[in-house]
């Protein structure tokens, strides 16, 4: 049986526990929650400083070119690059990843629509428990283009073969599902979709810096993500979309601002998209805040997604087994897949009083969060959480089930 000093054992061998110094995290939390909000590097405090009061305060409107700020979404865009499997000149940092999403699709379906042999497809299939924002997207993007585009919901991951035939225009999938933690399979899954002729355009919101991703070797055609979850840019930190050079000269989008213009400073009255990635930009960024993405990455480049995947699968095992073993009285059901090559860096479990237990756990410094229905999720960080944290947390999970310590009339937050 695995001990309290097995895992202070654990985090003594482990290559990544030095990082954790490198993020500004509260005593008293094991924070559980970096899928949704990563930690704050310490870096980006004094970026924050250096960006308002030196390029901001004192540089003024020369900082677009002395502090690169023009430069900035396709500089870090090259940074994220490679933990993607990115080549150079195919990621912008920018926009969020609705919006994203959002340029991807419409660009998908029109590259389908200039092809004679796909022009009347119409279909776009996607899961029914992808994250609302992609269905709400794609739905909106649909309903306002009027050419009867439809979306055809799966309802799980084994429904996708079926799914998939002559009528589909595009798949869109989130390469790790934010509630279950379940991972596709890339490469296959992208064959497939080829296999039909249809385009598939992925979202890494919950992969970017979490699992190794190789969107070339993985067939992708088109993906976006985000910058605020496991590549701790910030709260509400600008995400990104890439667009591989192959598909670069017809990638055509909709939100045809000015910095995705070829010449933005010709202040042209026709709109002409600039050759390669920048066409995907739409308008002036959040500077303060792209800036700040700047140091999560950093920290990335410390080490690498091999390293990063080896101990996320190692916490995650840790977090399963504790759970199962010390919790084992409780009503707990295991959503996530057992199975390394489908999971994600996450962990959930259902409980029926789960959302309950989530507050008491916050209340008790383990933050994890809750989503519907009935599922508590504990995200699992390789930069910043440890072994022990690990352990701490299962003990106190357990302590609370023991005795019963939730209120099971606990008001919901609008915010969970
Ligand atoms: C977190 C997340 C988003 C967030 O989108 P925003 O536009 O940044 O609010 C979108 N899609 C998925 C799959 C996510 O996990």
């Known amino acids: 049986m695995t001990t309290r000093n097995h895992c202070l054992e654990r985090d003594a061998q482990d290559p990544l526990a030095s990082l954790r110094d490198q993020f500004d995290l509260p005593a008293g939390v094991i924070y559980l929650d970096g899928n949704s909000l990563g930690a704050r590097p310490k870096a980006a405090l004094t970026r924050a400083q250096q960006v308002i009061a030196q390029e901001w305060g004192h540089d003024l409107i020369r900082s677009w070119n002395a502090a690169g700020w023009f430069e900035l979404p396709r500089r870090l865009g090259n940074l994220l690059a490679p933990l993607i499997g990115a080549a150079e000149d195919e990621v912008v940092v920018t926009d969020t990843t609705s919006v994203n999403l959002f340029k991807a699709l419409a660009a998908a379906l029109q590259m389908q629509a200039d092809e004679p042999a796909s022009a009347g497809r119409r279909v776009i299939v996607t899961e029914r428990s992808n994250f609302p924002t992609d269905i709400y997207m ?84 088109l993906a976006v993500g985000c910058t605020y979850k496991y590549l701790n840019g910030g709260p509400g930190a600008p995400a990104f979309i890439w667009v591989p050079k192959r598909h670069q000269p017809q990638f055509r989008q909709p ?145 609370i089930l023991d005795r019963q310590d939730y209120n099971i009339d606990a008001k919901r937050d609008a915010v969970t």
């Open 138 to 221: 794609a739905q909106g993007l649909a309903g306002w283009l009027d050419r009867g585009y439809t979306l055809r919901l799966i309802d799980s991951p084994e429904e996708l073969p079926g799914a998939i035939d002559a009528d589909t225009a595009i798949v869109m999938l989130t390469h790790v599902n934010y509630r279950s933690g379940y991972q596709y399979d890339m490469a296959a899954t992208s064959a497939l979709a080829h296999d039909h002729g249809a385009l598939i355009v992925w979202d890494l919101a919950h992969s970017a810096g979490a699992v190794p991703v190789d969107l070339h070797a993985g067939g992708a055609d």
């Open 255 to 399: 939100l045809s601002g000015w910095w995705g213009h070829a010449a933005p400073f010709a202040m042209a009255p026709d709109f002409r998209p600039a050759d390669g990635i920048a066409r995907a930009l739409c308008g002036t960024q959040p500077i303060v805040s792209l800036a700040l993405v700047e140091c999560g990455l950093n920290v990335h480049h410390q080490t690498s997604m091999q390293a990063i995947r080896a101990k996320s699968l190692a916490l995650t095992d840790l977090f399963i087994e504790l759970v199962e073993q010390r919790c084992a009285a409780h009503p707990l059901g295991l959503v996530t897949p057992r199975a390394h090559a489908q999971r994600g860096s996450h962990v959930s479990f259902t409980h029926p009083h789960g959302y309950a237990v989530m507050q008491a756990l916050i209340a008790r410094g383990v933050i994890g969060d809750y989503r519907e229905p009935a599922i508590m999720r504990f995200g699992f960080t390789p930069l910043y959480t440890s072994h022990t944290d690990v352990w701490d947390a299962v003990e106190i999970l357990r302590d």
